[in-house]
């Protein structure tokens, strides 16, 4: 493998696999309320504060709770990072949050002051928080991503501006890596040295650490704390479920702790995470095999997520899952091509599954990417694969993939407003 090729794997974990606590769609907002503060005086009283949003955004923060306040919603995502934030970490800009300021947030984002709008003819993924004051206003955009800033205006200075067409592509990594094939990253993480992908293993601490809470605590649903209660038998399939809802229940839940994300998601980093460590460890595998698993795995759900849209109406748990399906199959058997077939299999499952917002169910839908992982691969090593003239499945793959992007990308454009409509009407 070409040097280059092996350092834009590398930089493709370590720019898509990072830590976020909390929903990382309110998350972006509050980063943005938080940037566009860190402008103002520490005495400044705001007035107003105007939060203009893409229609994804807006989905995945009517429900989940916003950690450490106990509370959902925009409002209060936005009155978090103004009074709490920290722009300069990140996704874990609000991962600091006081006690003490939690009156100061609810209070806030109940005055009426924060504003919510749904942005019209913006990119898929937009964020634009506006605070103003007595004496001063300051708007920061991000686009295209999580922490994307784009625009920080205070009054009529430009602090940050960057050209139109870097707001609106997408990353150098994901134009990169939809060159590549599935074999390209099977090949990398069996090869790579093992000390320049050992910093992957902070994914499984993370999020380890987020099922351990989600079983002890009690976060949203609770669906992994009561799946263990009546799941009585020590399977492999009930861990999976078991763990990997904990894990998401915490996370949904707001527990102040971050979890490892992929590709912007922490359900689809729990997703390509604890599988892969449930397996690993049932199995007792060696250090070495479980970190090139977990590489693996990551890598896999970095590339089917490259052709798919930063947020749309597709669950992307799916994706992520598909990525410990071939983790998986590497720690059981080390075989490629019952890596594909479990794809493949996973293809004609939950593939299709609507992401109707974030929020405590969340946890569910984790849980049956997970089952569908799990069977894919069982049937796989049993050598059944779904033929080609079923549905998505290609002779190819990589064009498989291919496919289950078109999918979220055209096939299901028209489902997000009718989602948003449904969710907005029951509000």
Request: hydrophobic letters at 45%; a negative charge.
């Amino acid at each position: 493998m070409e040097n280059k090729d092996v350092t834009l794997f590398i930089q493709a974990l370590r720019e898509k696999v990072v830590p976020a606590t909390g929903c990382t769609e309110p998350v972006a907002v509050a980063l943005a309320a938080a940037t566009s503060r860190k402008y103002l005086a520490a005495d400044e009283v705001v007035e107003q504060i105007r939060v203009s949003v893409s229609l994804n955004i807006y989905k995945n923060a009517l429900a989940v709770i916003v950690p450490g306040t106990g509370e959902p919603g925009l409002e209060v995502a936005t009155a978090a990072g103004f009074f709490a934030g920290d722009p300069d970490k990140g996704l874990k800009v609000i991962s600091d949050i006081e006690s003490t300021e939690i009156e100061e947030i609810k209070k806030l984002a109940e005055s009426g002051k924060v504003k919510i709008e749904l942005a019209k003819d913006c990119p898929g993924f937009f964020v634009q928080v506006k605070v103003q004051t007595l004496l001063n206003t300051v708007t920061t955009k991000i686009v295209g991503s999580h922490t994307n800033i784009v625009e920080i205006i205070k009054n009529d200075q430009v602090i940050l501006k960057q050209e139109e067409q870097q707001t609106t592509k997408q990353s150098t990594i994901d134009d990169w890596i939809r060159t590549k094939k599935l074999r390209n990253i099977w090949d990398f993480s069996l090869e790579v040295p093992l000390e320049k992908i050992s910093f992957i293993k902070k994914a499984a601490e993370l999020n380890v650490t987020l099922t351990n809470e989600g079983l002890k605590n009690l976060y949203g649903l609770q669906s992994g704390r009561k799946l263990q209660q009546v799941l009585c038998e020590d399977t492999l399939d009930h861990q999976l479920l078991i763990y990997t809802q904990a894990a998401a229940d915490a996370r949904m839940g707001g527990a102040m702790m971050p979890a490892m994300t992929n590709s912007g998601s922490g359900n689809q980093g729990i997703t390509a995470t604890i599988p892969v460590y449930v397996v690993a460890q049932r199995q007792k595998i060696e250090q070495e095999k479980f970190i090139r698993a977990l590489a693996l795995s990551h890598l896999v759900a970095i590339y089917i997520h490259s052709f798919l849209p930063v947020l749309s109406a597709f669950c992307a748990a799916d994706s992520a899952a598909m990525g410990s399906a071939v983790g998986v199959c590497y720690l059981l058997d080390e075989n490629f091509e019952v890596a594909q077939k479990a794809i493949n299999n996973m293809a004609e499952d939950a593939v299709g599954m609507i992401c109707d917002g974030a929020g405590c169910a969340c946890a569910l839908k984790v849980g049956n990417v997970v089952s569908s992982m799990y069977r894919a691969v069982k049937l796989a090593q049993q050598g059944v694969e779904i033929p080609v003239s079923n549905g998505m499945i290609s002779e190819d793959i990589d064009q498989t993939i291919r496919n289950i992007g078109q999918l979220a990308s055209k096939g299901m454009r028209q489902t997000d407003p009718e989602i948003l409509d449904i969710m907005i009407n029951n509000k």
